[in-house]
């Protein structure tokens, strides 16, 4: 198994759970809604861990979403043209998405310790703030290396978008 490949599991292991985290806490908070009293007062911190988690699973999927296509673009001019200017737009595009990507991350990076230099904790959670903060760390490094592995004709992530191939063939489907 590849490093890649490993990468790719361990990424959709980590947002399946997270999803199917979310949704059993959301059921253990409407059952409790439904017995209420000192249950339902004890499970008030259930909202602000599906928030959370929801930052982890929007920021985990970054990467995959652009590997597989599924990031918004604008692309009917590109795929207009031909190959040689095509893949040159392709490259630029990567090359651009990496350091974004990359300065995202340090942003992130530093926003994250200074939170946590701060001592703030959540309300119900009780967990340092700083820790929610490393989601986009995680997030816009998993998108880097996708830039890069793009950019380095590793993945060919442009043929994944959707319609790629022949245009107007999304009208057709």
Sequence with gaps: MGLLTLLRRIERVFLVSVFLGM?????????GREIGGEIASRLTWIEEAVRLLNIFL???????????????????LRRRLPKGPQRGIEKTIDAVGLLASLYLAWLALGLTQ?????????????????????APIMGFVLLALRYALSLFGIIDRFSQSPGAGNPGQEARQ
């Excluded at 949704?23 to 059952?31: G, S, T, Y």
């Excluded at 929007?58 to 009917?76: C, N, P, Y």
């Excluded at 200074?114 to 490393?134: A, E, H, K």
């Design 23 to 31: 949704v059993a806490l959301f059921a253990l908070n409407v059952v």
């Design 114 to 134: 200074f939170v946590l230099q701060t001592g703030q904790r959540s309300p119900t959670l009780d967990v340092p703030m700083g820790w929610l903060y490393t």
């Design 58 to 76: 929007v920021f985990g999927a970054l990467g995959l979403a652009l590997e597989r296509g599924r990031h918004v673009g604008i692309d009917t």
